[in-house]
């Protein structure tokens, strides 16, 4: 009884979700520029846009670098060819498109920089056309000569439905002095992970 009430509770804000992202999704839409109807690029993420291929040999590399344990390590390198650690992404203004037989999608916000890497937030879809299915994670991008370091941090809990940045997305937003990307909390906290993605076609 009690694990059906759970599931009914989690389908319940799932669907909550879904119907305001939907809502602003259709808002989204009308924000695009030119005929072709696509979104500007705020200028904060300009220099990260394109297609990027994820690079596990230099993610494993960079983990061993920072003091990832051994386990977490083992298990990355486990994983079979089929089940990258990262898809590839391409990012587009302020939206990425994850790359796999389900497409998902990060769409980044809260954004400020600080003095190595730009700071804020993505909500994470693993199926971007399932709207309600998603995670707030903390986020940092950083051009490391010509590769991309997508650095998250992943909560342990399920989203709020009534978390205030479902609605509340503003692309800028706080600055590195009042940054709470490290210090935060609650709900629980991964620790941080970067991923290495090269620009493809260099």
């Not at 389908?11 to 259709?26: D, G, P, T």
Request: charged residues 20%; proline residues 8%.
């Amino acid at each position: 009884m009690g694990n059906t009430r759970s599931r009914s509770v989690v389908a319940l804000a799932r669907l909550l979700i879904a119907c305001v992202l939907l809502v602003l999704s259709s808002c989204d839409r009308g924000r695009g520029s030119g005929s072709g109807g696509t979104a500007a690029v705020p200028p904060i993420l300009s220099p990260f846009q394109g297609d990027w291929r994820f690079s596990l040999p230099k993610t494993i590399a960079h983990w061993q670098a920072n003091g990832v344990p051994q386990d977490e390590l083992a298990q990355a390198q486990a994983l079979p060819g089929t089940i990258p650690l990262h898809p590839d992404m391409k990012i587009q203004s302020d939206i990425t498109l994850l790359a796999g037989v389900v497409e998902g999608s990060y769409h980044f916000f809260a954004l400020h920089p600080h003095n190595q890497w730009v700071c804020g937030k993505a909500w994470h879809h693993e199926d971007r056309h399932d709207p309600g299915d998603m995670e707030k994670y903390f986020v940092r991008l950083e051009l490391s000569d010509a590769d991309l370091h997508l650095s998250v941090r992943i909560p342990e809990d399920s989203a709020d439905p009534a978390d205030p940045d479902i609605t509340n997305m503003p692309v800028t937003a706080g600055s590195a002095a009042n940054c709470a990307a490290d210090a935060a909390t609650t709900p629980p906290w991964s620790p941080w992970r970067t991923y290495v993605f090269e620009r493809r076609g260099q």
